[in-house]
Each structure stands twice: as structure tokens, then as C-alpha cells.
């Protein structure tokens, strides 16, 4: 089966910087398609970046967070800088085995349990 784990979340402080993980297991993130999605009380969950056939990041997130793989580790990383207390939210990897780029979370199959991320102004 396949299994997603992410880690890296926690309370931070406005301006701070975290690196959120995905470790996959059973499915090969490279030759597929893996993003990030957030998703705060009370709203749609919402994409913040995606990696496959092309690279996408969210315009709110766009030169703050950065979506890279270690494939040797099968690993999908989101480095986030800068942090606002907007960008608190319940952040979930999801993948899918085809490598087209994403970008609603409808489509993707395999997700993870998710990390808070908190960011106190």
C-alpha cells in the first residue's frame, strides 16, 4: 500500500522558517506527481505547491515556500521562509502515480495525516 508521513510542523513565530517532510512509501515520488496543500479552520483546503511534469507554487506562498524531492530518500520537502500567521493551517502531502502537475486535491489519491503549522504574529 501506499503510505505518506509528513513531520516538520510546529509553533513558530512570524518571520520564522520551517521545512515540512513527506516520506513515501509504496509509490514513487518521482515518477509521479506530489503537492502540498494546506487547510485552515473553517476553509477550503488549498494548494501551496506541486511538483511533477512542472513546478508550481501558490502566488500567497510564491518566493517565501519552495517544493524540491530527495528521490534517493523517496522524500517530498517544503521549505517555508518568512512565515506569516496566515499560513497557519494543517499542511497534507498528497501524490498520485502520474506525473502530470495538479493543482486540485481532488485528484490525488494517496494522502498523508498532515503537520500544524502555527505562526504567532
Known amino acids: 500500500q501506499v503510505v505518506l508521513v509528513e513531520s516538520g510542523g510546529g509553533l513558530v513565530q512570524a518571520g520564522d522558517s520551517l521545512r515540512l517532510s513527506c516520506a513515501a512509501s509504496?509509490?514513487?515520488?518521482?515518477?509521479?506527481?506530489t503537492a502540498w496543500f494546506r487547510q485552515a479552520p473553517g476553509k477550503e483546503r488549498e494548494i501551496v505547491a506541486a511538483t511533477g511534469s512542472v513546478t508550481y507554487h501558490a502566488p500567497s506562498v510564491a518566493g517565501r515556500f519552495t517544493i524540491s524531492r530527495d528521490d534517493a530518500k523517496n522524500t517530498v520537502f517544503l521549505q517555508m521562509n518568512n512565515l506569516k500567521p496566515e499560513d497557519s493551517a494543517v499542511y497534507y502531502c498528497?501524490?498520485?502515480?502520474?506525473?502530470?502537475?495538479?493543482?486540485?486535491?481532488?485528484?490525488?489519491?494517496?494522502w498523508g495525516q498532515g503537520t500544524q503549522v502555527t505562526v504567532s504574529s
Open positions: 509504496g509509490l514513487t515520488l518521482s515518477a509521479g506527481a
Open positions: 498528497g501524490a498520485k502515480e502520474h506525473p502530470r502537475t495538479v493543482i486540485l486535491a481532488r485528484f490525488y489519491p494517496f
